[in-house]
């Protein structure tokens, strides 16, 4: 079965604090692709990243990084020096055999 | 470039009211487009999606329905709205011959069932 586990619902952090989003995966597909999505206030799903499984590089975006670990199923997302704009809900996301397999997401609560 | 618009962004029907959602692709053809819902406080249930004209499969059976009638349209309606139809609706467009890839997503509908 393919599935897709955020065990954090919420968390809430101090601005400019660092704060990592778990996203745990099942598949038994080789070849599957991992996703990030933000979802502000708004609603509006933003695609953050893409990663594929043949490419276990972290990759860096600013303050963005993701940690992709096939060893322990694990694509982590880490903010560094959250800022109030981070607040929104994370979602984790799995392309695997002709399906998108979602999280349940996490709200981040950056205060300031 | 590509975008995705969705409307109406925000609506408050009656029950048993019909409903017309509806979502359209610019910058692409021959997309995948897909619907999704949201309930308040959860995460994204996918109801319809789309590889081409006409074609339209159901991931969950309901009162809802969908329609591609061209290329880069994608129509979400109901005949008769139920109370737990109301939630976050999701347009989305992804690239054709893979439903496992990159989705982009329109703004939302949040629709309200009194």
């Known amino acids: 079965a393919q599935k897709v586990t955020q065990a954090q619902t919420e968390i809430s952090v101090v601005e400019k604090e660092d704060v990592t989003l778990d996203c745990v995966y099942e598949t038994r597909d080789t070849t599957y692709y991992l996703f990030w999505y933000k979802q502000p206030p708004s609603g509006e799903l933003v695609f953050l990243i893409r990663r594929n499984s043949f490419d276990e590089q972290n990759e860096i975006s600013g303050r963005y990084s993701w940690n992709f670990q096939k060893s322990t199923s694990s694509f982590n997302f880490t903010i560094t020096a959250s800022q109030v704009v981070d607040s929104a809900v994370y979602f984790c996301a799995l392309g695997s055999n002709y399906q998108l397999i979602w999280g349940a997401g996490t709200k981040l609560i950056i205060k300031p | 470039s590509q975008t995705i618009h969705q409307w109406p962004a925000t609506l408050v029907q009656p029950v048993g009211s019909p409903l017309s959602l509806e979502c359209t692709v610019e910058g692409t053809s021959n997309p995948n487009l897909y619907w999704y819902r949201q309930a308040a406080g959860r995460g994204l249930q996918l109801l319809f999606y789309?590889?081409?004209?006409?074609?339209i499969s159901s991931e969950v059976p309901q009162n809802l329905s969908a329609s591609r009638p061209q290329d880069r349209q994608f129509i979400l309606s109901s005949k008769k709205l139920l109370l737990s139809d109301s939630g976050f609706y999701l347009c989305?467009?992804?690239?054709?011959?893979?439903?496992?890839?990159?989705?982009?997503f329109g703004e939302g509908s949040r629709l309200t069932v009194l």
């Open positions: 989305a467009w992804g690239v054709t011959g893979t439903r496992s890839g990159e989705l982009f």
């Open positions: 789309s590889v081409g004209i006409g074609q």
